[in-house]
């Protein structure tokens, strides 16, 4: 597996199942186009979903809905039709997320902060790991991984200008990152001073 992040663009996610299922692999898609196709689909879901097709899904209709699709999930509760989903938009080389696995798509556990995200996934293999880890990871990173971001963003902006090189300006943000007293003045509030710092060490005051 190769991890990556995709960004929405005007991509088109086509979703087959209308319950809580289709409602979370949705919950993960969110800025994408969504087309939800079920005979019953829940409100959430219709508030989610840019378009709402209210029909049965087989064979003939899967092709006709999955037209122009970037992605298509298969979140029904019946297994054996999303496998004939999934088989049937992986055979036209449409990406595919399935329900019950076997899709080259895998949805991870994610932990959205300000501006990064984390993401862990057990690789479709123990759906239950991926959200305890994101849980303890949550615990682990406190307001300070937030400002540290926030503060090499600044950075950055100021190196540019004064490091000439691309490895002269990693190795200025690596030190940066490495510094504990950096870290303590941001857990501590103190942002302002932890650049002046930053500046200093680096040999840019």
Same mark, same amino acid.
């Given at each position: 597996?190769?991890?990556?992040?995709?960004?929405?663009?005007?991509?088109?996610?086509?979703?087959?199942?209308?319950?809580?299922?289709?409602?979370?692999?949705?919950?993960?898609?969110?800025?994408?186009?969504?087309?939800?196709?079920?005979?019953?689909?829940? &409100?959430?879901?219709?508030?989610?979903?840019?378009?709402?097709?209210?029909?049965?899904?087989?064979?003939?209709?899967?092709?006709?809905?999955?037209?122009?699709?970037?992605?298509?999930?298969?979140?029904?509760?019946?297994?054996?039709?999303?496998?004939?989903?999934?088989?049937?938009?992986?055979?036209?080389? =449409?990406?595919?997320?399935?329900?019950?696995?076997?899709?080259?798509?895998?949805? &991870?556990?994610?932990?959205?902060?300000?501006?990064?995200? +984390?993401?862990?996934?057990?690789?479709?293999?123990?759906?239950?790991?991926?959200?305890?880890?994101?849980?303890?990871?949550?615990?682990?990173?406190?307001?300070?991984?937030?400002?540290?971001?926030?503060?090499?963003?600044?950075?950055?902006?100021? =190196?540019?200008?004064?490091?000439?090189?691309?490895?002269?300006?990693?190795?200025?943000?690596?030190?940066?990152?490495?510094?504990?007293? +950096?870290?303590?003045?941001?857990?501590?509030?103190? @942002? @302002?001073?932890?650049?002046?710092?930053?500046?200093?060490?680096?040999?840019?005051?």
């Amino acid at each position: 597996m190769s991890p990556i992040l995709l960004s929405p663009g005007n991509r088109l996610v086509t979703v087959f199942g209308g319950g809580r299922v289709a409602l979370r692999k949705c919950r993960h898609f969110d800025g994408f186009r969504i087309r939800v196709v079920s005979e019953e689909v829940m &409100p959430e879901l219709r508030e989610l979903a840019e378009e709402v097709l209210i029909d049965s899904i087989d064979r003939d209709n899967v092709l006709r809905y999955i037209e122009g699709s970037d992605i298509v999930v298969a979140a029904t509760s019946d297994h054996a039709l999303n496998d004939m989903i999934r088989d049937t938009a992986m055979s036209r080389g =449409i990406m595919t997320n399935s329900a019950h696995g076997g899709g080259d798509v895998l949805i &991870p556990s994610t932990l959205h902060r300000d501006g990064w995200t +984390v993401c862990v996934s057990s690789e479709g293999r123990v759906p239950a790991f991926p959200p305890y880890v994101i849980e303890r990871i949550d615990e682990m990173l406190d307001p300070s991984y937030d400002a540290m971001l926030a503060l090499l963003v600044d950075l950055r902006v100021v =190196i540019r200008e004064r490091i000439p090189t691309q490895p002269g300006r990693a190795e200025f943000l690596a030190g940066v990152l490495a510094d504990e007293d +950096v870290w303590d003045l941001l857990r501590e509030g103190r @942002g @302002g001073e932890a650049r002046e710092l930053a500046l200093a060490r680096g040999g840019l005051r």
